[in-house]
């Protein structure tokens, strides 16, 4: 069993970062991957980014280049910094846990999910 629990949400002007955090707890978190997701207001939850186990990565083509995931296995902790935030990235973000050696993008490949985090971008 993991628990997730991000934190770092909250309102930022376009063009401005945001980070947030999602903490594990539980076994073997370093035989997680961990996702990144986001649902916004009358729409579908969509995936953002994930890292592997082994510290891969893979991204939205909306938020490469503007999204970076890390994690920290000595830690239980997965992050996801946002920068250059656009008013579309409004939405409620979601961490992640699948019990897999690849990189998953889609929802029915996490097992575990943590009660979402609101970010905010105003123009």
């Known amino acids: 069993q993991v628990q997730l629990v991000e934190s770092g949400g909250g309102m930022v002007q376009a063009g401005g970062s945001l980070r947030l955090s999602c903490a594990a707890s539980g076994r073997s978190f370093s035989r997680y991957a961990m996702g990144w997701f986001r649902q916004a207001p009358g729409k579908e939850r969509e995936f953002v980014g994930a890292i592997s186990r082994s510290g891969g990565s893979t991204y939205l083509d909306s938020v490469k280049g503007r999204f970076t995931i890390s994690r920290d296995n000595a830690k239980n902790t997965v992050d996801l910094l946002m920068n250059s935030l656009k008013p579309e990235d409004t939405a409620v973000y979601y961490c992640?846990?699948?019990?897999?050696?690849?990189?998953?993008?889609?929802?029915?490949?996490?097992?575990?999910w943590g009660q979402g985090t609101q970010v905010t971008v105003s123009s």
């Open positions: 992640a846990a699948a019990y897999l050696p690849v990189l998953p993008v889609r929802r029915s490949e996490y097992d575990y």
